[in-house]
């Protein structure tokens, strides 16, 4: 017979978990040097408006004309566009983990994570998260967004399970940490091997022979 796991529900980040991180520094570093552009305006720019657009109250396209085509350039939106969205890829070992971890046990899996509403939506379809996620918390989404804490409150609203139940995988230490004090329990994620063993730790192995014992 299978023993229940004391885990029944995940809460994850998804950029630096699942995938690469959609708009980070490195992706708009890579960007000012294939498009030319000024780096400091550039980040000068996008500094301005990035909580906004993180919010889900900018497009894409408005922030694009605020960060990047208040001038006329000799590239089109569409190309960057594109480019933005190039940069996202997966890290398939985890993304397998889940998957196999929510066949196993019947998890409930909830994205906690601060994206870009059109990125969010091209990474949920391009990558088929919606494959395993039950829910996605997204700041572009729910208008909040990682540090404040009410977004992981929303979390455990939509979640409906108890506390003692869920843990929250994320690869920044200051969101682990406030999720902690708000009682989540949280992993830092590292890499694969290392979530992978403390998961199994906590009652959540691969093995299906343990899993049946």
Not at 8 to 23: A, E, K, P, Q
Not at 99 to 110: A, C, E, H, M, V
Request: net charge positive; hydrophobic share 40%; proline share 2%.
């Amino acid at each position: 017979m299978k023993k229940s796991p004391s885990i029944t529900c995940l809460f994850l980040d998804i950029g630096g978990v699942l995938l690469t991180n959609g708009w980070d520094h490195h992706s708009r570093r890579r960007a000012a040097a294939r498009f030319k552009l000024k780096w400091d305006e550039f980040e000068n720019r996008h500094a301005i408006n990035f909580d906004t657009y993180e919010l889900g109250k900018l497009t894409l396209e408005e922030y694009l004309s605020r960060v990047v085509f208040y001038q006329k350039r000799n590239f089109t939106k569409t190309q960057f566009r594109n480019f933005m969205f190039s940069q996202s890829q997966p890290f398939a070992e985890m993304i397998d983990l889940m998957i196999r971890l929510k066949t196993l046990y019947g998890l409930k899996i909830i994205v906690v994570s601060n994206e870009l509403r059109e990125l969010n939506v091209y990474r949920i379809k391009k990558f088929k998260l919606n494959r395993f996620v039950d829910s996605f918390i997204s700041s572009c989404f729910v208008h909040l967004r990682k540090p404040d804490k009410d977004i992981f409150r929303l979390a455990l609203n939509t979640a409906q399970t108890p506390l003692r139940q869920i843990v929250y995988l994320e690869n920044t230490q200051a969101f682990v940490q406030i999720a902690e004090g708000l009682g989540i329990r949280s992993i830092l994620h590292h890499d694969y091997e290392t979530t992978r063993s403390q998961l199994a730790s906590l009652g959540l192995p691969l093995d299906e022979r343990i899993v049946n014992e």
